[in-house]
Protein backbone atom coordinates (compact mmCIF):
# COMPACT_ATOMS: atom_id res chain seq x y z
CA UNK A 1 0.00 0.00 0.00
CA UNK A 2 1.39 3.36 -0.76
CA UNK A 3 0.82 6.04 1.60
CA UNK A 4 0.24 9.11 -0.54
CA UNK A 5 -2.14 10.04 -3.01
CA UNK A 6 -3.85 13.54 -4.34
CA UNK A 7 -6.51 12.91 -1.92
CA UNK A 8 -4.40 13.13 1.31
CA UNK A 9 -0.41 14.14 0.56
CA UNK A 10 2.11 14.74 3.16
CA UNK A 11 1.70 18.04 3.59
CA UNK A 12 -1.85 17.98 4.56
CA UNK A 13 -0.76 15.72 7.05
CA UNK A 14 1.40 17.98 8.82
CA UNK A 15 -0.53 21.07 8.26
CA UNK A 16 -3.74 18.84 9.98
CA UNK A 17 -1.14 17.84 12.83
CA UNK A 18 0.72 21.18 13.41
CA UNK A 19 -3.23 22.77 13.70
CA UNK A 20 -3.76 20.34 16.20
CA UNK A 21 -1.16 21.38 18.14
CA UNK A 22 -1.08 24.75 18.09
CA UNK A 23 -4.99 23.81 19.29
CA UNK A 24 -3.57 22.02 22.28
CA UNK A 25 -0.95 24.64 23.00
CA UNK A 26 -3.81 27.46 23.15
CA UNK A 27 -6.13 25.11 25.42
CA UNK A 28 -3.57 23.97 27.96
CA UNK A 29 -2.32 27.82 28.72
CA UNK A 30 -4.49 28.15 32.07
CA UNK A 31 -5.78 26.02 34.30
CA UNK A 32 -9.16 27.67 33.76
CA UNK A 33 -9.30 26.53 30.18
CA UNK A 34 -8.07 23.38 31.19
CA UNK A 35 -11.17 22.85 33.54
CA UNK A 36 -13.62 24.01 31.22
CA UNK A 37 -12.72 21.91 28.19
CA UNK A 38 -12.22 18.97 30.89
CA UNK A 39 -16.09 19.38 31.59
CA UNK A 40 -16.93 19.95 27.47
CA UNK A 41 -14.92 16.67 26.90
CA UNK A 42 -17.01 14.66 29.71
CA UNK A 43 -20.34 16.28 28.98
CA UNK A 44 -19.39 15.05 25.63
CA UNK A 45 -19.14 11.56 27.07
CA UNK A 46 -22.04 11.25 29.03
CA UNK A 47 -24.26 12.17 25.78
CA UNK A 48 -22.37 9.71 23.88
CA UNK A 49 -24.91 7.65 21.55
CA UNK A 50 -24.61 3.88 21.36
CA UNK A 51 -21.90 2.26 19.67
CA UNK A 52 -22.74 -0.93 17.59
CA UNK A 53 -19.81 -0.47 15.40
CA UNK A 54 -17.50 -2.08 18.20
CA UNK A 55 -17.41 -5.44 20.12
CA UNK A 56 -16.87 -3.56 23.48
CA UNK A 57 -17.35 -0.03 24.60
CA UNK A 58 -20.92 0.91 23.27
CA UNK A 59 -21.15 3.47 25.55
CA UNK A 60 -17.64 4.59 26.10
CA UNK A 61 -16.60 4.59 22.93
CA UNK A 62 -17.38 7.46 20.52
CA UNK A 63 -18.74 7.11 16.81
CA UNK A 64 -15.83 7.26 14.88
CA UNK A 65 -14.23 3.73 16.15
CA UNK A 66 -14.99 0.46 14.84
CA UNK A 67 -14.63 -3.01 15.40
CA UNK A 68 -12.88 -5.18 12.87
CA UNK A 69 -11.42 -9.03 12.77
CA UNK A 70 -8.88 -10.53 10.38
CA UNK A 71 -6.49 -13.61 10.60
CA UNK A 72 -3.38 -12.02 10.95
CA UNK A 73 -0.94 -13.90 9.02
CA UNK A 74 0.38 -16.09 12.23
CA UNK A 75 -2.53 -18.32 13.66
CA UNK A 76 -4.28 -15.28 15.59
CA UNK A 77 -8.20 -13.46 14.41
CA UNK A 78 -7.14 -10.39 15.48
CA UNK A 79 -9.98 -7.96 16.49
CA UNK A 80 -9.14 -5.01 16.69
CA UNK A 81 -9.68 -1.12 17.32
CA UNK A 82 -9.57 1.95 14.49
CA UNK A 83 -10.26 5.64 13.49
CA UNK A 84 -9.63 7.06 10.38
CA UNK A 85 -10.33 4.42 8.10
CA UNK A 86 -12.43 5.81 5.72
CA UNK A 87 -9.08 7.53 3.81
CA UNK A 88 -6.90 4.32 3.20
CA UNK A 89 -4.29 6.53 1.60
CA UNK A 90 -3.25 7.63 5.16
CA UNK A 91 0.26 6.50 6.80
CA UNK A 92 -1.10 3.69 10.06
CA UNK A 93 0.04 3.95 13.28
CA UNK A 94 0.07 0.90 15.38
CA UNK A 95 -1.24 1.05 19.26
CA UNK A 96 0.16 -2.20 21.54
CA UNK A 97 -1.74 -2.56 24.59
CA UNK A 98 0.29 -4.08 27.80
CA UNK A 99 -1.27 -6.22 30.80
CA UNK A 100 -3.53 -6.08 31.89
CA UNK A 101 -4.52 -4.34 29.10
CA UNK A 102 -7.16 -4.67 25.50
CA UNK A 103 -6.73 -2.52 22.34
CA UNK A 104 -9.25 -0.21 24.58
CA UNK A 105 -6.53 1.15 26.49
CA UNK A 106 -5.74 3.82 23.44
CA UNK A 107 -9.74 4.86 23.27
CA UNK A 108 -8.47 8.22 23.74
CA UNK A 109 -5.86 7.91 21.05
CA UNK A 110 -7.44 6.80 18.06
CA UNK A 111 -9.99 9.75 17.31
CA UNK A 112 -6.75 12.46 17.93
CA UNK A 113 -4.83 10.55 15.79
CA UNK A 114 -7.06 10.42 13.03
CA UNK A 115 -7.51 13.90 13.18
CA UNK A 116 -4.29 13.90 12.24
CA UNK A 117 -4.12 12.21 9.39
CA UNK A 118 -3.17 8.70 10.48
CA UNK A 119 -5.13 5.49 10.05
CA UNK A 120 -4.89 4.81 13.91
CA UNK A 121 -5.40 0.75 14.64
CA UNK A 122 -5.55 -0.33 17.87
CA UNK A 123 -4.98 -4.85 18.11
CA UNK A 124 -6.17 -6.85 20.95
CA UNK A 125 -3.01 -8.97 21.02
CA UNK A 126 -2.57 -12.54 21.11
CA UNK A 127 -4.04 -14.24 24.46
CA UNK A 128 -5.91 -11.10 24.88
CA UNK A 129 -9.74 -10.16 24.89
CA UNK A 130 -11.78 -10.47 21.40
CA UNK A 131 -8.58 -12.11 19.91
CA UNK A 132 -9.13 -15.17 22.10
CA UNK A 133 -11.70 -18.28 21.47
CA UNK A 134 -11.22 -19.87 24.65
CA UNK A 135 -9.40 -19.28 27.54
CA UNK A 136 -5.74 -19.66 27.35
CA UNK A 137 -4.42 -22.45 29.84
CA UNK A 138 -1.28 -22.91 31.78
CA UNK A 139 -0.47 -25.97 29.95
CA UNK A 140 -1.36 -24.38 26.37
CA UNK A 141 1.69 -23.58 23.73
CA UNK A 142 4.04 -21.35 25.60
CA UNK A 143 6.12 -20.73 22.60
CA UNK A 144 3.42 -18.30 20.55
CA UNK A 145 4.28 -15.69 22.52
CA UNK A 146 7.75 -15.48 22.36
CA UNK A 147 8.80 -11.84 21.63
CA UNK A 148 9.85 -12.62 17.95
CA UNK A 149 6.67 -14.21 17.05
CA UNK A 150 4.98 -11.08 19.03
CA UNK A 151 7.08 -9.28 16.74
CA UNK A 152 5.50 -11.78 13.98
CA UNK A 153 1.94 -11.29 15.31
CA UNK A 154 2.65 -7.36 14.32
CA UNK A 155 4.36 -7.40 11.17
CA UNK A 156 1.37 -10.45 10.05
CA UNK A 157 -1.63 -8.00 11.12
CA UNK A 158 0.13 -4.89 9.47
CA UNK A 159 0.21 -6.88 6.12
CA UNK A 160 -3.33 -8.15 7.04
CA UNK A 161 -4.41 -4.67 6.87
CA UNK A 162 -3.46 -3.55 4.07
CA UNK A 163 0.13 -1.89 4.46
CA UNK A 164 4.07 -2.35 4.11
CA UNK A 165 5.36 0.11 6.23
CA UNK A 166 3.27 2.16 8.80
CA UNK A 167 4.49 5.58 10.22
CA UNK A 168 4.92 4.01 13.72
CA UNK A 169 4.23 1.51 16.06
CA UNK A 170 3.46 2.47 19.60
CA UNK A 171 3.82 0.12 22.64
CA UNK A 172 2.75 0.12 26.22
CA UNK A 173 4.08 -1.68 29.07
CA UNK A 174 5.07 -5.48 28.08
CA UNK A 175 4.38 -3.57 24.27
CA UNK A 176 7.19 -1.32 24.60
CA UNK A 177 9.40 -4.40 24.55
CA UNK A 178 7.53 -5.65 21.27
CA UNK A 179 7.53 -1.97 20.01
CA UNK A 180 11.10 -1.36 20.31
CA UNK A 181 11.85 -5.19 18.56
CA UNK A 182 9.65 -4.69 15.78
CA UNK A 183 11.65 -1.09 14.86
CA UNK A 184 14.74 -2.94 15.70
CA UNK A 185 14.16 -6.14 13.64
CA UNK A 186 12.15 -4.94 10.76
CA UNK A 187 12.75 -1.27 10.12
CA UNK A 188 11.93 -1.62 6.72
CA UNK A 189 8.56 -1.75 8.03
CA UNK A 190 8.33 0.31 11.13
CA UNK A 191 9.40 3.34 10.36
CA UNK A 192 9.28 4.91 13.61
CA UNK A 193 8.94 3.66 17.26
CA UNK A 194 7.53 5.12 20.32
CA UNK A 195 8.27 3.17 23.81
CA UNK A 196 5.92 4.10 26.63
CA UNK A 197 6.43 2.86 30.16
CA UNK A 198 8.87 0.28 29.75
CA UNK A 199 12.50 1.68 28.59
CA UNK A 200 14.39 -0.23 26.31
CA UNK A 201 17.98 -0.91 27.53
CA UNK A 202 19.45 -2.81 24.06
CA UNK A 203 20.15 -6.31 22.98
CA UNK A 204 22.77 -8.69 24.75
CA UNK A 205 26.27 -7.44 24.36
CA UNK A 206 28.51 -9.94 23.59
CA UNK A 207 32.03 -9.46 24.83
CA UNK A 208 35.21 -9.34 22.24
CA UNK A 209 38.40 -10.99 22.48
CA UNK A 210 37.65 -13.20 25.53
CA UNK A 211 39.88 -16.15 24.67
CA UNK A 212 42.00 -16.58 28.03
CA UNK A 213 39.55 -14.53 30.14
CA UNK A 214 37.20 -15.92 32.63
CA UNK A 215 34.81 -12.97 32.75
CA UNK A 216 31.40 -14.21 31.90
CA UNK A 217 29.05 -13.02 29.30
CA UNK A 218 26.04 -11.15 29.49
CA UNK A 219 24.14 -14.01 28.87
CA UNK A 220 25.53 -15.26 31.54
CA UNK A 221 24.79 -13.05 34.48
CA UNK A 222 21.31 -11.84 32.83
CA UNK A 223 18.84 -10.36 35.29
CA UNK A 224 16.02 -12.91 33.97
CA UNK A 225 17.53 -16.15 35.18
CA UNK A 226 16.41 -14.75 39.12
CA UNK A 227 16.92 -17.03 40.90
CA UNK A 228 19.73 -14.93 43.05
CA UNK A 229 17.81 -12.19 43.53
CA UNK A 230 14.53 -14.77 44.52
CA UNK A 231 16.91 -15.90 47.37
CA UNK A 232 17.96 -12.98 48.39
CA UNK A 233 14.36 -10.72 48.57
CA UNK A 234 13.12 -13.82 50.62
CA UNK A 235 15.81 -12.96 52.92
CA UNK A 236 15.17 -9.93 53.93
CA UNK A 237 13.37 -8.17 57.41
CA UNK A 238 10.47 -8.22 55.49
CA UNK A 239 10.15 -10.93 53.32
CA UNK A 240 9.28 -10.01 49.85
CA UNK A 241 9.48 -11.67 45.84
CA UNK A 242 9.05 -10.42 42.75
CA UNK A 243 6.14 -9.83 40.93
CA UNK A 244 7.47 -11.06 37.34
CA UNK A 245 8.84 -14.53 38.56
CA UNK A 246 5.17 -14.91 40.89
CA UNK A 247 3.47 -13.45 37.61
CA UNK A 248 4.57 -16.95 36.08
CA UNK A 249 3.77 -19.34 38.28
CA UNK A 250 0.90 -21.78 37.68
CA UNK A 251 -1.42 -19.88 40.66
CA UNK A 252 -0.98 -16.51 39.23
CA UNK A 253 -3.89 -16.98 36.72
CA UNK A 254 -6.15 -18.73 39.29
CA UNK A 255 -5.53 -16.00 42.04
CA UNK A 256 -6.67 -13.19 39.80
CA UNK A 257 -9.28 -14.62 37.82
CA UNK A 258 -10.99 -16.28 41.21
CA UNK A 259 -10.13 -13.34 43.13
CA UNK A 260 -12.18 -12.42 46.72
CA UNK A 261 -13.13 -9.09 45.65
CA UNK A 262 -13.90 -9.87 41.89
CA UNK A 263 -11.79 -9.16 38.64
CA UNK A 264 -13.50 -5.37 38.65
CA UNK A 265 -12.58 -4.46 41.94
CA UNK A 266 -9.01 -6.70 41.08
CA UNK A 267 -8.39 -4.37 38.05
CA UNK A 268 -9.99 -1.19 40.15
CA UNK A 269 -6.99 -1.82 42.54
CA UNK A 270 -4.57 -2.66 40.17
CA UNK A 271 -5.16 0.39 37.80
CA UNK A 272 -5.22 2.78 40.84
CA UNK A 273 -2.41 1.52 43.05
CA UNK A 274 -0.14 2.21 40.16
CA UNK A 275 -0.97 5.29 39.19
CA UNK A 276 -0.69 9.09 40.47
CA UNK A 277 -3.69 8.99 42.18
CA UNK A 278 -1.63 6.75 44.79
CA UNK A 279 0.31 9.06 46.62
CA UNK A 280 2.77 6.55 47.44
CA UNK A 281 4.00 6.35 43.93
CA UNK A 282 7.43 8.69 43.94
CA UNK A 283 9.80 6.52 41.45
CA UNK A 284 13.61 7.44 41.35
CA UNK A 285 16.45 5.46 40.19
CA UNK A 286 17.68 2.42 42.00
CA UNK A 287 21.58 1.92 42.43
CA UNK A 288 21.71 -2.01 41.68
CA UNK A 289 20.08 -5.39 40.73
CA UNK A 290 20.43 -6.04 44.68
CA UNK A 291 16.99 -7.20 46.84
CA UNK A 292 17.82 -4.10 49.20
CA UNK A 293 17.37 -1.82 46.30
CA UNK A 294 14.62 -3.21 44.76
CA UNK A 295 12.88 -3.39 47.82
CA UNK A 296 11.87 0.45 47.44
CA UNK A 297 9.29 -0.52 44.96
CA UNK A 298 5.79 -0.62 46.07
CA UNK A 299 4.14 -4.56 46.61
CA UNK A 300 2.82 -4.32 42.79
CA UNK A 301 6.16 -5.03 42.10
CA UNK A 302 8.04 -6.04 44.61
CA UNK A 303 5.24 -8.38 46.72
CA UNK A 304 5.04 -9.39 50.58
CA UNK A 305 6.60 -13.25 50.05
CA UNK A 306 3.05 -14.83 51.61
CA UNK A 307 0.60 -12.88 49.57
CA UNK A 308 -0.82 -13.15 46.08
CA UNK A 309 -1.69 -10.35 43.68
CA UNK A 310 -5.57 -10.86 44.43
CA UNK A 311 -4.67 -9.41 48.68
CA UNK A 312 -1.76 -7.31 47.10
CA UNK A 313 -4.76 -5.31 45.34
CA UNK A 314 -7.17 -5.96 47.91
CA UNK A 315 -5.17 -3.73 50.36
CA UNK A 316 -4.93 -0.70 48.29
CA UNK A 317 -8.45 -0.66 47.05
CA UNK A 318 -9.59 3.05 46.75
CA UNK A 319 -11.99 4.62 48.61
CA UNK A 320 -15.89 5.03 47.15
CA UNK A 321 -14.64 8.74 46.99
CA UNK A 322 -11.90 7.89 44.97
CA UNK A 323 -13.26 5.96 42.94
CA UNK A 324 -16.36 8.67 42.36
CA UNK A 325 -13.61 11.29 41.54
CA UNK A 326 -11.53 8.92 39.16
CA UNK A 327 -12.15 10.48 35.81
CA UNK A 328 -9.62 8.76 33.63
CA UNK A 329 -11.26 5.13 34.39
CA UNK A 330 -14.56 5.86 35.17
CA UNK A 331 -16.98 2.57 36.70
CA UNK A 332 -17.76 2.42 32.56
CA UNK A 333 -14.05 2.07 31.45
CA UNK A 334 -13.66 -0.79 34.35
CA UNK A 335 -16.26 -3.11 33.43
CA UNK A 336 -15.31 -3.23 29.64
CA UNK A 337 -11.81 -4.34 31.42
CA UNK A 338 -13.63 -6.62 33.86
CA UNK A 339 -16.27 -8.23 31.46
CA UNK A 340 -13.64 -9.30 28.85
CA UNK A 341 -10.54 -10.61 31.61
CA UNK A 342 -13.78 -12.47 33.24
CA UNK A 343 -14.45 -14.19 30.10
CA UNK A 344 -10.99 -14.73 29.26
CA UNK A 345 -8.71 -14.73 32.33
CA UNK A 346 -5.55 -13.43 32.22
CA UNK A 347 -3.25 -16.19 31.42
CA UNK A 348 -2.70 -14.94 28.21
CA UNK A 349 -0.56 -11.79 29.65
CA UNK A 350 0.74 -13.97 31.83
CA UNK A 351 2.21 -16.10 29.49
CA UNK A 352 4.63 -13.10 28.63
CA UNK A 353 6.32 -13.56 31.95
CA UNK A 354 6.59 -17.54 31.55
CA UNK A 355 8.22 -16.75 28.26
CA UNK A 356 11.07 -14.14 29.11
CA UNK A 357 13.61 -16.32 30.24
CA UNK A 358 13.64 -18.28 26.81
CA UNK A 359 15.13 -15.07 24.75
CA UNK A 360 18.20 -17.48 23.46
CA UNK A 361 16.50 -16.47 20.24
CA UNK A 362 17.20 -12.81 20.29
CA UNK A 363 20.88 -13.57 20.86
CA UNK A 364 21.66 -13.51 16.83
CA UNK A 365 20.62 -10.06 17.43
CA UNK A 366 23.76 -8.77 19.81
CA UNK A 367 24.73 -5.17 19.14
CA UNK A 368 22.11 -4.63 17.35
CA UNK A 369 20.75 -1.01 17.64
CA UNK A 370 16.85 0.88 16.99
CA UNK A 371 18.05 3.49 14.09
CA UNK A 372 14.81 4.53 13.32
CA UNK A 373 13.44 7.68 14.73
CA UNK A 374 12.53 7.02 18.63
CA UNK A 375 10.97 8.47 21.70
CA UNK A 376 10.15 7.49 25.01
CA UNK A 377 7.13 9.01 27.04
CA UNK A 378 5.96 7.51 30.78
CA UNK A 379 4.48 9.17 33.73
CA UNK A 380 6.54 11.24 35.91
CA UNK A 381 4.87 8.79 38.97
CA UNK A 382 5.87 5.39 36.79
CA UNK A 383 7.81 3.20 38.96
CA UNK A 384 7.99 1.29 35.21
CA UNK A 385 10.95 3.75 34.36
CA UNK A 386 13.42 2.54 36.54
CA UNK A 387 12.19 -0.89 37.92
CA UNK A 388 15.07 -2.85 35.89
CA UNK A 389 18.10 -0.63 37.03
CA UNK A 390 19.86 1.03 34.13
CA UNK A 391 17.89 0.46 31.50
CA UNK A 392 16.37 3.70 31.66
CA UNK A 393 19.74 5.32 31.23
CA UNK A 394 21.20 2.41 28.57
CA UNK A 395 18.12 3.32 26.41
CA UNK A 396 19.53 7.03 25.93
CA UNK A 397 22.92 6.00 25.93
CA UNK A 398 23.29 3.40 22.49
CA UNK A 399 20.04 1.14 22.42
CA UNK A 400 18.01 3.75 20.39
CA UNK A 401 20.70 5.95 17.97
CA UNK A 402 17.73 7.99 16.80
CA UNK A 403 15.80 9.09 20.39
CA UNK A 404 13.84 12.33 19.64
CA UNK A 405 13.34 12.56 23.21
CA UNK A 406 12.34 11.39 26.56
CA UNK A 407 9.45 12.56 28.26
CA UNK A 408 8.09 12.00 32.12
CA UNK A 409 4.67 13.07 32.10
CA UNK A 410 3.33 15.06 35.31
CA UNK A 411 0.20 13.89 37.01
CA UNK A 412 0.46 9.92 35.07
CA UNK A 413 1.50 6.81 36.53
CA UNK A 414 1.62 3.81 34.53
CA UNK A 415 -1.25 4.52 32.44
CA UNK A 416 -0.36 7.40 31.54
CA UNK A 417 -2.58 7.26 27.88
CA UNK A 418 -5.78 6.94 29.96
CA UNK A 419 -4.66 9.52 32.77
CA UNK A 420 -2.83 12.30 31.06
CA UNK A 421 -4.58 11.55 27.14
CA UNK A 422 -4.02 15.00 26.19
CA UNK A 423 -0.33 15.52 26.96
CA UNK A 424 0.29 12.00 25.73
CA UNK A 425 -1.55 12.44 22.39
CA UNK A 426 0.16 16.09 21.95
CA UNK A 427 3.82 14.24 22.39
CA UNK A 428 2.17 11.68 19.95
CA UNK A 429 1.26 13.87 17.41
CA UNK A 430 4.98 16.12 17.71
CA UNK A 431 6.97 13.42 17.38
CA UNK A 432 5.24 11.99 14.14
CA UNK A 433 5.63 15.88 12.68
CA UNK A 434 9.48 15.31 13.77
CA UNK A 435 10.10 11.80 12.70
CA UNK A 436 8.84 12.79 8.73
CA UNK A 437 8.58 9.27 8.10
Avoid at 4 to 14: A, D, K, P
Avoid at 373 to 398: D, K, L, N, S
Avoid at 413 to 423: K, T, W, Y
Wanted: proline content about 5%.
Amino acid sequence: MKWHSQRFTRRQILQTASLLLAASANATSTGEQDRSRSEKVNDQILALPRNEKVEYGHDTLPSGIRSRYIDNNNGVRMHFLEAGFEDRARPCVVLLHGFPELAYTWRNQLLPLAQAGFHAVAPDLRGYGRSVKAPVKFDDNILPYRLLNRVSDVLGFVRAIGYEKVAAVVGHDWSSLTAAWCALVRPDVFRSVVLMSTPFDGTIEYPVETVGSSRKSEADTDISSGADIQTQLAALPRPRKHYRWYSASRGANGDMWHAPQGVHDLLRALYYFKSADWKGNKPHPLKSWTATELAKMPTYYIMDLDKGIAQTMAEEMPSKAEIAACKWMTEKDIEVYSSEYIRTGFQGGLNLYRIFEAAGDLSVYSGRTIDVPAVYIAGAREWGVYQTPGAFEAMQHGACTRLFGVHLVDGAGHSLAEEQPQRVNQLLTEFLVQAKV
